[in-house]
């Protein structure tokens, strides 16, 4: 890489003209940047310092990271391999080149990930009574006892299928977790199989005792359920000997497409691409490390497999199984719980419309509860002035208070439109079963736009009063869903502003009609000029700062990977506008170049929430503006979805946002990784004699009254935040 960081003192490395800002130098791959993401991720599993279950949280998802990331992005790849794909990304990669340098970036992180389990955490596990054990290394009883679990619960569900000349080599079906079994037969010689493991049981099986009984009470022993089902095979082969059983698994590419012009149905069309993902390409191949050259030679010669697909593990497959103990009845082992708090303008009032009405409301999950985000829909479902409530569902949760109550609405005889986007990657099924139960209550669903996915998060409540009609709005960074709103971390507004309700009963009305560029009066809206309209106002900060200095730029979002407006921000950082971005997953840009882009500063926050809240800081010559909603800054965000960014209006709101959630993400010292020029990460060093900050941690704290807020005494003003004056 030509363009690197000057050090003070130092040489000054070759650099590419900065006029040329489409040098691929400059950008760093999406692929490589996503496993950088997933290694931050496993740096949380290896911190020694956090509670073990947590550990084994984050363990757990970085193994399903990385089941999304071949399901998704390598399948792409390939597929662009074998059709002669010749567009690039900025980067300049071919898919090629990427397939190379996934592998050679995944194999020390798979190792550390192995290591993690086997040399820290397991033992870490064992010293607070939590036993994660081979069979083989179980007392005789144990086994015997394990053997009749295995006789009652597993054997009748075990279907072998043999695999030689008279048998075709059996489907696969993807991430299911197989045993190769190699068998001798007296007559015949060897022999192979594969016996799927039951998705059906748990991964982990707790050991009983004596009488036969399991119980939390005590030391918890488990064994893995592969190795129950391993060591019983002979009853499953009679007349044969088996001579070992290998675990493999496979990959398969789930990116299946949908060509919704071609749809007569489109929620029909969805459940035949849903059903066709089980039998998607292989696209990588995990088996255990020591597994027999012969039986992995058939695994990937009939598999289609190339040797850089397999990638062999040394540990359990499937790791995240580990979600089994991380969700354990063991709150010793835990972060301690947190509770969440009621705004105060909601907490002293018994009808949320007057307090919306009054003033907006700013909610910052899983700080502020979620409750009032349900209060008021319920409200408004049994509220006889209440004439209609509009709503986008992407992700749902199981047991959906926000479906009871538009099913509740709709009974009342109120009109009730919900967007069920069926195309919401992995959650596709789910939505289609919410969709249906929707409509059977009577509400109209709208299952997508043609050609577009539905990402923007926005309820619509339009309500009588007097003799005039007002709306409600909630526009959120979250999905509506309880369970993940505890979870992340979420920028929610209420309100009721006319110019608000306005642009989002106009979008609204597209969505359920012909969607089209609107004119909207607060709103940035996607695919509708949502890049221009940022690209605008960095062009507008860039304008400021040469007039008068100062200029400031800070988002906090989940992805950059936009060249445009990556491109504009490089254009503000050589004119000397200070850029702090707050990106937690992939990031193609390229910090701190001289030249290019050494004003701009990019850290990421990895803890124990979701960082998934999206803000947009504008300084703009002192007359701040801030934009919060559902877009990162992606090409699929800005092209392919409908998104909505939307202002915070309240000066009030505005200060809280900037001073008490931006800038103490962009002040943390503990959590924040930053970005290098050459795509690593490094972790954040805190000032000389200044205790580290832990943002999420800080937000606990504020709730709670333990610390002031906002972070520094007199930010209300103005808040230096390590280089971010905001």
Known sequence: MA?????KGGPRAPLPDPAHLNDPSLYINRELSWLAYNRRVLEEAENENAPPLERAKFLSIYASLLDEFFMVRVSGL?????TGGTKLPPD???PEQQLHAIRQALVPDLKRHAACWKKSLQPALHEKRIHVLDYADLARGEQKRLRSYFRENVLPILTPLAFDPSHPFPHISNLSLNLAVVLEHPEHGERFARLKVP??????????????HTSSIGPLRLVWLKQVVAANLKGLFPGMEVKAAYPFRVTRDADQEIRELEAGDLLDTVEEVVGRRYFGSVVRLQAVSGIAPRVLSILTRNLGLTPDDVYEVDGPLGFSALSQIASLDRPDLKDPPISPVVPHALRHSRDPFAAVRDRDVLLYHPYDSFAPVVDLLRTAASDPAVLAIKITLYRIDQNSPIVDALIEARENGKQVAALVELKARFDEEKNIAWARALEAAGVHVIYGVVGLKTHAKMCLIVRRERDRIVRYAHLSSGNYNTVTARLYGDLGLMTADRAIGSDVSELFNALTGYPGEGRYRRLLVAPWRMRDEIIKRIAREIAAHRKGGGGRLAFKVNALVDARVIRALYHASRVGVKVDLNVRGICCLRPEVRGVSENIRVTSIVGRFLEHGRIYYFRNGGDEEVFLGSADIM??????????????VDSRLKRRVIDEVLAVHLADTL???????????????????EPRLNSQQRMIDARAGRVPVPLVKGARKKTPVRGVDL
């Open 78 to 82: 390939k597929r662009q391999a074998e």
């Open 3 to 7: 363009a690197t960081r000057a050090k």
């Open 92 to 94: 300049g990669m071919s």
């Open 635 to 648: 090409p699929r965000n800005f092209d392919n979805r409908v998104e909505v960014l939307f202002p915070v």
């Open 671 to 689: 959590k924040a990784r930053s970005l290098r020029p050459d795509g690593t990460y490094v972790p954040v060093a805190a000032r000389r004699g």
């Open 199 to 212: 998705a059906e049981l748990p991964r982990l099986l707790e050991v009983p005792d004596a009488a036969g």
